[in-house]
């Protein structure tokens, strides 16, 4: 998951700094770019504490308490997206908005990816 993060990273830099000099001048390439390396670090690290939480949670032995516990981790991460669009609002001048955006919901597309590669090495063995 972390590897496709890190392609996709690279893709939407590539691809977004070509509309920002080209397409979407409203924002300059240097906070485009920021904002995304941002929303990507910020999903790389999202994705090790759902790991994290996942193997705990696995191992507790009360669901109750895991089921709490996987709440509180939960509302964290979210808690961690909404500092960095905090961070976003307040430093405008170097995070940039479409940047942190991009940043912050390729997660999703990393998901879909890593799911379907999943299926399609299971489908082979």
């Known amino acids: 998951m972390s590897f496709l993060l890190l392609c996709l990273c690279a893709f939407f830099l590539f691809a977004g700094l070509i ?26 690290l999202k994705v090790r504490m759902m790991e994290s939480s996942l193997n705990r949670t696995a191992d507790m032995g009360d669901s109750r308490q895991a089921k709490n516990y996987g709440a509180m981790q939960a509302m964290v991460r979210n808690l961690m997206t909404l500092a960095l669009f905090a961070l976003v609002f307040f430093f405008r001048d170097i995070f ?20 379907y590669l999943i299926r399609k090495d299971r489908i082979k063995v």
């Open 96 to 115: 940039g908005l479409f940047g942190t955006v991009i940043g912050v919901l390729y997660m999703q597309i990393a998901a879909y990816a890593a799911g």
């Open 19 to 44: 509309v920002t000099m080209l397409l979407y001048p409203f924002e300059p390439p240097l906070p485009y770019g920021i904002g995304l390396i941002a929303g990507t670090a910020l999903n790389l």
